[in-house]
């Protein structure tokens, strides 16, 4: 299956089963604004619905930024509004990177600064190279996070940590992304992050997409419940997946010591 959509500030290519988005606004660090989150919304969405996909390569052109941050010019003369209605969109383009049914990989290279870092941090785990540099320095601006950065980062590497770093607005080097848990593994340069990122997403290829899809429901959906309410839909959705020929079929393969050949059905 190979597939490629071109748009004003992305690259969508899909190929042998992983999706490669990349946003194209090198000149400005592939900065965020209003074109691309809208641009990111509708390919989000229309991939909801686009079967045999194993998972996602999520990262920016050039070798200086993934996302250096939201595009403050475009922000400078915004209304209270305008404001609101730009970070809703923002929340939303991040909400479906979470809901996709397959595993989105944030390969990050360079500035995931603001609006960068919050978009990395939506997908399902970052990879990162050495030169990678997180932050959410919103407050330099007289500004807070608005696409879920005060959410999500106290998640990641814990509440205190994502406090020191959000109320100094200070930045986070690679190392230090890894030590905290907000970047899983780190590579020397942006060509092995890249390879990286497409061998793990294979390797996810080859178990039961069905499987993986509902974890990810279930573990995304478990950070707003108790854990007495998470257990419960975790058990609600084990025991549905029972139901599917995928179970069937991978537990019919391991018997009989053959490859199972899943169907995501």
Do not use: W
Request: a negative charge; hydrophobic letters at 45%; charged letters at 20%.
């Amino acid at each position: 299956m190979t597939i490629q959509n071109n748009y004003e500030t992305l690259n969508l290519e899909i190929s042998d089963s992983i999706a490669y988005l990349t946003v194209t606004r090198e000149k400005s660090l592939n900065a965020l604004n209003s074109t691309m989150m809208t641009e990111l919304k509708s390919v989000l969405t229309e991939l909801l619905s686009v079967k045999g996909v194993s998972g996602m390569v999520f990262t920016g052109a050039g070798d200086k930024a993934f996302i250096a941050g939201a595009d403050i010019k475009e922000m400078l003369d915004m209304t209270t509004e305008q404001a609101h209605i730009f970070g809703k969109l923002g929340q939303d383009v991040t909400l479906l990177f979470e809901t996709v049914p397959f595993p989105v990989i944030a390969c990050v290279n360079g500035f995931a600064l603001g609006g960068g870092c919050e978009m990395a941090m939506a997908c399902d785990f970052i990879y990162a190279s050495e030169t990678a540099v997180f932050g959410q320095p919103e407050v330099k601006l007289g500004l807070i996070p608005g696409f879920g950065g005060t959410q999500r980062l106290s998640r990641i590497i814990g509440r205190n940590r994502a406090k020191e770093l959000m109320y100094t607005g200070r930045n986070m080097d690679a190392a230090e992304a890894l030590e905290t848990g907000l970047a899983v593994k780190l590579f020397q340069d942006k060509e092995q992050l890249i390879a990286a990122a497409v061998e793990t997403i294979k390797k996810v290829g080859r178990v039961g997409p069905l499987a993986v899809s509902l974890a990810k429901k279930v573990m995304n959906s478990g950070n707003d419940l108790t854990v007495e309410e998470g257990l419960a839909h975790e058990l609600d959705q084990f025991a549905a997946i029972f139901g599917s020929q995928d179970k069937k079929e991978g537990t019919q393969a391991f018997i009989e010591k053959r490859k199972p050949v899943f169907k995501g059905l």
